[in-house]
Every structure is written in structure tokens, then in C-alpha cells.
């Protein structure tokens, strides 16, 4: 009975230890996001209503985003272009700035 129950609480650790690991580094994404910045904003709040606010995402999001621009499973000419440069370490740094800022309110 006792391996029943360590074997999912095992299972969920592993999977924020690599979740932890596997985090960029916020000052690096900084200053990687200058070309973001022009349709992003600088801090990732966007005033166009056209490109979306990364500000206070969640990391997991949007590196899970950048990757399917690169891979192509998100279709989007623009992004793919800039995703296809960045290395994996780029786009951990990258998620882990953007979801460090905080995010607008917008009213409802």
C-alpha cells in the first residue's frame, strides 16, 4: 500500500525538479528581448491590440509557444522567423523575463 501511494507522489517531484531545472534565466531574457519589444512592448505589455501581452504569462506557456513557432505546430510568419534564430536556452531566458513582469489589468 505504501509503493502505491510513494509512486505518484515520486512521479509529481520528479516533474517540478524538472521544471525547476529547466528554467532561464530572467536577466539573460532581458536582455535577449529587445527585438520582442518592438511589437511586445519593452516589459511585454503590449499597447497594440494585435500582438498579444506576454507580461505575467506563465513560463511554461510561453516557452511551449516559441517552440511550436520554431517547429511550425503554431502557425504564425512573423514569430516563426524570430523562433527559428533562438536557441533553447534563448527561449527558456526569454519565457522566464516575460513571465517575471507584471502583467496590465484590462477592464472587462
Do not use: W
Not at 22 to 45: L, P
Not at 72 to 97: C, H, K, V, Y
Amino acid at each position: 500500500m505504501r509503493f502505491i501511494l510513494a509512486v505518484p507522489f515520486c512521479v509529481c517531484l520528479s516533474l517540478v525538479n524538472a521544471a525547476a531545472l529547466a528554467g532561464g534565466d530572467a536577466a539573460r531574457g532581458q536582455e535577449k528581448s529587445a527585438i520582442c519589444a518592438s511589437c511586445h512592448g519593452a516589459d511585454g505589455n503590449s499597447t497594440v491590440p494585435a500582438n498579444p501581452r506576454l507580461a505575467g504569462q506563465h513560463a511554461s506557456y510561453l516557452l511551449r509557444a516559441l517552440r511550436d513557432y520554431k517547429s511550425g505546430a503554431r502557425q504564425n510568419a512573423i514569430m516563426a522567423g524570430f523562433a527559428g534564430t533562438l536557441s533553447d536556452e534563448d527561449m527558456e531566458d526569454l519565457a522566464a523575463f516575460f513571465a517575471s513582469q507584471s502583467g496590465l489589468a484590462t477592464p472587462d
